[in-house]
């Protein structure tokens, strides 16, 4: 469409040209007419009597504010909007650890949707994937970022009025960083530094100024979440034990004073503090107050509340009063359920996201974010949390918000139909599962990996006909497929996920049963089934290629080829060892003798099925690799 915008274009005339393809709009003096003005307040779009008008603040608020109009325009009324921002800041954090490190242009492709939906900010979580010269194994063959390729995300950004904001650890979470053996001298435990070292803040200033320095903004996120083994490696070794609070403090007074040396504004999660908070706790006064002793030792930083596993407001709005005890509001993070294993758990996110933000608009918060987490190898694209995005854009810019208007705008922003992605859920969410999988089940990521032979959780999925499930899904995900042109390979690739389980998903316990049975002629048909099920999971193999190739670096592929690889192999075996028993080499088959059991850990048992997505924990009860 052309458009002849007019007026305040200074700050987003670059980001109009990175937008231009994307919005399929051309810039022309004989366009449809726009004015445009920049002015503080409520974003308002107009169009009256063949004229359009866009009044922003913020530089994203005009681009959101473009393309509400231009939904709007594609309906053919007259229309005047107005949205208030509900929040100062609201953004998207996105996962670079986990094997999948995205590509430049994956960022700058998720930057121009944030920009549409209205998302300011996007923080880029890196635990070693950012490179540090003075270190050079320092996220070794991990796909880290060098410091061009973080400057331009950054200008990217920049053009499109979002603060890009670096995210690292600074004590804990660095398993990765701290396995070579140049961190001997300042690693407590296998992923947590050694408090108190001068080698640990050398190391940290050095990581410090490579995480910030391609970036214009003065914020930083420095981590130092779930330590819970904080002092109990070799600092205990050397000092004796002292409490993690005290060791807490003194440690990020330390990081805070090269922050500050620097001149930035640092952020950390909030979780450490946690035992602050309990009711007995005894860094509390007889008034039930934090002592101020203990207030006055936690240095001046922003804390950063996570929560994505309620869906009771309460329970949020108790946690803010808490953080308001230490005499600061947090910031608040969500998230959008792209960890759960291999396909989103849409109905988490949905359902603890409502409760969330709800809470922070009654509570005052006034910074929010999603977290794009990636799990135990990134299995799921991050693609897939553009519906939970949007969700939270839409809370960002609206007091109420239902399913249906952000179901409205994704069709929008994203170019997708929501219901299509929402049927993805059903993948986990299967019979014998809990409504929205508030437990999360990791159904397909058990029924994929887990071995046909050992069947670990074969008696957790007995009798709920998940073949059949899964049999019954391949044709809603096709039609999806059809439905959803810009999306094809990603849900090709989910299509191929439920054929593969509509067979695989209770081989075990067919294969159990018939060898009970001692039924020769059926263990012989069986093993055409086994044929049929080694070559769909090479094709879901590639198809998972396709996606993870057009979005991420290659570094890390190489983790989820070798799972794909272990179930084709191990279906070899599995043939190889009917095999013998059908000719006659073994009268039994040691694997199939076992009596199965119920899946008992180490993740707990919720639904009937298995909550818990680690992988070596699903293909083996021996050890993987110790």
């Known amino acids: 469409m052309k458009l002849n915008l007019t007026g305040d274009l200074s700050a987003v005339a670059d980001g109009l040209e990175a937008l231009r393809e994307k919005l399929m709009i051309q810039l022309s003096e ?11 307040g409520p974003l308002r779009v107009v169009n009256q009597h063949g004229q359009g008008e866009i009044i922003f603040e913020k530089t994203v608020h005009f681009f959101r504010a473009l393309g509400l109009w231009l939904e709007h325009f594609s309906k053919g009324n007259e229309f005047d909007l107005t949205e208030d921002p509900q929040f100062e800041m609201s953004g998207v954090m996105l996962d670079a650890s986990r094997n999948a490190v995205p590509t430049v242009a994956e960022v700058e492709k998720l930057l121009k949707k944030m920009a549409v939906m209205g998302l300011d900010t996007l923080m880029l979580y890196t635990e070693d994937t950012y490179e540090v010269k003075e270190h050079p194994y320092f996220g070794y063959m991990r796909g ?11 200008e990217y950004a920049g053009n499109l009025g979002i603060e890009m904001i670096p995210c690292i650890q600074s004590l804990g979470h660095l398993r990765e960083a701290l396995k070579w053996n140049y961190a001997a001298a300042f690693k407590d435990t296998d992923d947590i530094l050694l408090v108190d070292k001068p080698e640990t803040y050398e190391f940290l200033e050095n990581c410090i100024k490579a995480a910030s320095a391609p970036f214009k903004t003065k914020r930083i996120h420095i981590g130092m979440d779930e330590t819970f083994q904080l002092g109990l490696g070799k600092y205990l070794e050397e000092n004796g034990y002292e409490n993690h609070i005290d060791l ?13 040396m620097l001149g930035l504004k640092p952020m950390i999660w909030s979780d450490m503090y946690f035992p602050l908070f309990a009711e007995t706790s005894k860094y509390k006064d007889e008034n039930g107050k934090i002592r101020e002793d203990i207030i006055a030792g936690i240095p001046d930083v922003e804390l950063v509340y996570w929560n994505y596993y309620r869906k009771e407001q309460e329970v949020y709005e108790k946690d803010f009063h808490n953080h308001k005890l230490l005499g600061r509001t947090p910031i608040f993070a969500g998230g959008a359920w792209t960890w759960n294993g291999i396909v989103p758990n849409y109905g988490k996110a949905i359902a ?14 006034k910074e929010v974010f999603v977290t794009l987490w990636g799990d135990n190898g990134a299995e799921t694209p991050f693609s897939t949390s553009y519906p939970i995005m949007q969700l939270f854009a839409e809370h960002t810019y609206q007091k109420d918000v239902t399913i249906e208007k952000a179901a409205e705008r994704f069709a929008f922003c994203s170019e997708g139909h929501f219901d299509d992605f929402m049927n993805l859920k059903l993948l986990d969410e299967t019979p014998g599962v809990m409504k929205d999988n508030m437990n999360t089940s990791m159904t397909s990521k058990v029924l994929l990996y887990q071995d046909i032979l050992i069947g670990l959780y074969d008696e957790n999925v007995r009798g709920l006909a998940l073949g059949e499930h899964y049999e019954k899904l391949v044709p809603v995900i096709e039609r999806a497929k059809h439905h959803n042109p810009k999306w094809e390979a990603l849900f090709d690739f989910y299509e191929q996920l439920a054929r593969v389980l509509s067979v695989k998903a209770e081989m075990g316990i067919r294969v159990k049963e018939v060898y009970d049975q001692k039924d020769y002629e059926q263990m012989k048909s069986i093993m055409a089934e086994l044929d049929e099920i080694q070559a769909n999971v090479d094709l879901l193999r590639k198809k998972h290629r396709k996606v993870w190739f057009a979005a991420y670096k290659p570094f890390g592929w190489e983790v989820i080829d070798i799972r794909y690889g272990g179930v084709i192999t191990r279906i070899d075996s599995v043939k190889y060892r009917i095999n013998q028993w059908l000719e006659g080499e073994i009268t039994s088959i040691e694997e199939l003798e076992e009596k199965r059991l119920h899946h008992d850990g180490p993740w707990e048992i919720v639904d009937g099925l298995v909550g818990g997505n680690v992988y070596h924990r699903i293909v083996t009860a021996g050890n993987f690799s110790l």
Do not use: W
């Not at 880290?144 to 950054?154: G, M, V």
């Not at 603890?352 to 918060?365: F, M, N, P, Q, R």
């Open 352 to 365: 603890t996201t409502e409760a969330a933000l709800a809470a922070c608009k009654k509570e005052g918060i």
């Open 248 to 260: 807490m403090n003194r440690h990020l007074q330390k990081v805070v004073s090269i922050t500050e």
């Open 30 to 40: 004989d366009g449809y007419p726009i004015r445009v003005k920049k002015q503080n």
């Open 144 to 154: 880290r970022y060098t410091f061009e390729e973080l400057q331009a995300c950054d």
